[in-house]
């Protein structure tokens, strides 16, 4: 005995949808680079695919350093203005150097073209950056 679908005699249901597919085409990712994906033969990005062979890559770095008080110094400013309050503002003069800023890397192949734009803090994520680049535009040169 079969019983009848209740969803299948409702006209209000919505059906279920497919199972989604996976937008990462043919093959593993390689190498990340920011929200970029390369397989061995496509680039993976937000805006679409971009074939991988024949592509060209630029990469520009965007990092400055960024002057700051630090928290302690302003805290033995404060504290010590109570006990010594002209030697105590010489802890204000104190600076910390940090670096910030992104490093951009574009992928252009005919007329499609995509930024990426990965924030660094440090000088070895900016050299990571560029290897990774670098290995990059060798699996787009084969």
């Known amino acids: 005995m079969t019983f009848p679908d209740p969803a299948a005699s409702d006209p209000w249901s919505v059906p279920t949808p497919p199972p989604p597919v996976s937008p990462m085409g043919p093959g593993p990712v390689i190498v990340q ?12 990005t937000p805006a679409g695919d971009i074939p991988l062979a024949g592509s060209t890559w630029t990469v520009n770095d965007y990092w400055h350093n960024e002057q700051k008080i ?9 504290v010590g203005f109570c006990v010594v309050p002209v030697f105590s503002l010489l802890f204000l003069l104190v600076k910390v150097n940090i670096p910030r800023g992104t490093v951009q890397v574009t ?6 073209q995509y930024v990426a734009r990965i924030p660094v803090t440090d000088q070895s994520q900016v050299t990571y950056v560029h290897q990774q680049v670098n290995y990059v535009r060798s699996l787009a040169a084969l």
């Open 107 to 112: 992928v252009t192949n005919a007329t499609r």
């Open 70 to 78: 630090p928290t302690w110094a302003i805290i033995a400013a404060i």
């Open 33 to 44: 680079v920011g929200d970029m994906g390369v397989t061995s033969t496509v680039v993976h």
